[in-house]
């Protein structure tokens, strides 16, 4: 069973979140308290190790003030994919990220979960059931053969957003590949393909945040 504890106690690797009663009141600070720690930061510690990355206009913009901070995040940098931080009702997800303003107030969320078809349409299912409405779909190729798909779903209190590929796509009449290439790339590009990230966003938040982040799985967030 999945126990109900308070987001303001808990800590990364020692507590599960439930993702269906996901709070935005959690304070990503003391939830990675012991994964910041810098004996973290080798892989084969064992252990999560977490960054914070402060992002600036700058960052996006050449032009933009360096001294305007956009948002702070906490990124995994390292962590084994045996390891499992939330749940959304069967689906396990192996990392967790999130983004604050300068300000601490949470907005964005991403967790990541490896899952086949099935498991990846129940949990659009699911959500149809919490949201009461199908999901607007948004089809976006982030590189390569790789080709997400991207569900959105919506109401006052939060905006949840699933990007997942399942599959690679050959068919650009551009990319030429051989059958023996096409193996190839199906190999090295299975775990990717399996990986699917659940954004939970603030609404205040989604047009500043909005197809405007471009590292690691905020890329996503379209």
């Not at 599960?16 to 004996?39: A, G, H, T, V, W």
């Not at 700058?58 to 360096?66: I, L, Q, V």
């Not at 982030?142 to 690679?168: D, E």
Request: proline share 2%.
């Amino acid at each position: 069973m999945l126990t109900t504890i308070s987001c303001h106690s808990q800590e990364y690797e020692n507590d599960i979140i439930n993702l269906e009663s996901f709070s935005f009141k959690l304070d990503p600070e003391k939830f990675y308290k012991e994964s910041m720690k810098r004996e973290n930061i080798k892989f084969t510690s064992g252990k999560q190790y977490v960054e914070k990355d402060t992002l600036r206009e700058s960052d996006f913009d050449w032009k933009g003030d360096k001294n305007k901070i956009l948002g702070i995040q906490y990124n995994v940098k390292s962590y084994s994919p045996k390891d499992v931080v939330a749940k959304f009702n069967n689906i396990k997800f192996r990392t967790m990220e999130f983004m604050v303003n300068k300000e601490k107030d949470l907005m964005l969320v991403n967790a990541v979960a490896k899952v086949n078809e099935k498991e990846i349409k129940n949990l659009i299912s699911d959500l149809n059931k919490k949201f009461g409405t199908e999901p607007e779909i948004v089809d976006e190729e982030m590189g390569g053969f790789i080709k997400y798909t991207i569900y959105s779903w919506k109401n006052n209190n939060q905006i949840i957003k699933l990007a997942t590929a399942l599959k690679l796509d050959f068919s650009n009449p551009h990319n030429i590949v051989s059958e023996k290439d096409k193996k190839f790339i199906q190999d090295v590009e299975k775990d990717n393909i399996e990986e699917s990230v659940l954004f939970i966003c603030n609404p205040k938040y989604e047009s500043e945040l909005k197809g405007k982040l471009y590292s690691g799985n905020w890329i996503k967030f379209k």
